[in-house]
């Protein structure tokens, strides 16, 4: 199983940016692509973004298409996430994911988790 290491949470004004990093153990073919997912208290689980990780093919879940970007360092074996004119509505705990499968959404697909960095955003 992949060892996955979030960073980058904090608390920010509405408006404001914040860049999470996620640190990946293992051979570059232990996956095939790597997500952000969020949950908020009382919430399900939703899909942020993933990329595949050779060809760097990005999907994007649509709360967040045109202000968050994904993206990777291969040889590092290190995701992003960049997300910029935070809402508060972005205010959840964010995990970094590995999949041994390309352009997935569900949780069910993803294989190992991290332990997840808190972002908060006031009004």
């Known amino acids: 199983q992949v060892q996955l290491v979030e960073s980058g949470g904090g608390m920010v004004h509405a408006g404001a940016s914040l860049r999470l990093t996620c640190v990946a153990s293992g051979r570059a073919f232990d996956w095939n692509s790597m997500g952000w997912f969020r949950q908020a208290p009382g919430k399900e689980r939703e899909f942020v973004a993933n990329?595949?990780?050779?060809?760097?093919?990005?999907i994007y879940g649509d709360s967040v298409k045109g202000r968050f970007t994904i993206s990777r360092e291969y040889t590092n074996n290190t995701l992003f996430l960049e997300m910029n004119s935070l809402k508060p509505e972005d205010t959840a705990v964010y995990y970094c994911?590995?999949?041994?499968?390309?352009?997935?959404?569900?949780?069910?697909?993803?294989?190992?988790w991290g332990q997840g960095t808190q972002v908060t955003v006031s009004s």
């Open positions: 990329i595949a990780w050779i060809g760097g093919t990005t």
């Open positions: 994911a590995s999949s041994r499968k390309s352009f997935r959404i569900l949780p069910g697909d993803f294989d190992s």
